[in-house]
Nanobody
Framework: VQLVESGGGSVQAGGSLRLSCAAS????????MAWFRQAPGKEREGVAS???????TYAQPLVGRGSVSRDNAKNTLYLQMSSLRPDDTAIYYC????????????????WGQGTQVTVS
């Protein structure tokens, strides 16, 4: 599985960004996909996830400001972020893992290289 993120960049506080993650290879018929982020000097944290049925979860930092979605036909994951703040500055990573039953296999098996988001 290969994951390639895009859509990062520099934005002013209060602005919006839409990140994309294109998956290729053996992407599994049922898989969870997620966005993580790592800010300078901090541990990587999960921000949003979505399973193959479209069920999504959000971590507190993005509640009310983020929307995760996926296009299964295009094997692409998205993260729409709005009202961005300087503390959203981080490298954002896409990840994928197969599902077993109704749960996502942890830890996530496959990772992208990340895309930088800078909010000033």
């Amino acid at each position: 599985v290969q994951l390639v993120e895009s859509g990062g960049g520099s934005v002013q506080a209060g602005g919006s960004l839409r990140l994309s993650c294109a998956a290729s290879g053996d992407t599994y018929s049922r898989a969870c996909m997620a966005w993580f982020r790592q800010a300078p000097g901090k541990e990587r944290e999960g921000v949003a996830s979505i399973n193959s049925a479209g069920g999504s979860t959000y971590a507190q930092p993005l509640v009310g400001r983020g929307s995760v979605s996926r296009d299964n036909a295009k094997n692409t994951l998205y993260l729409q972020m709005s009202s961005l703040r300087p503390d959203d500055t981080a490298i954002y990573y896409c990840a994928l893992t197969p599902m077993e039953g109704s749960t996502c296999v942890r830890p996530y098996k496959f990772w992208g290289q990340g895309t930088q988001v800078t909010v000033s």
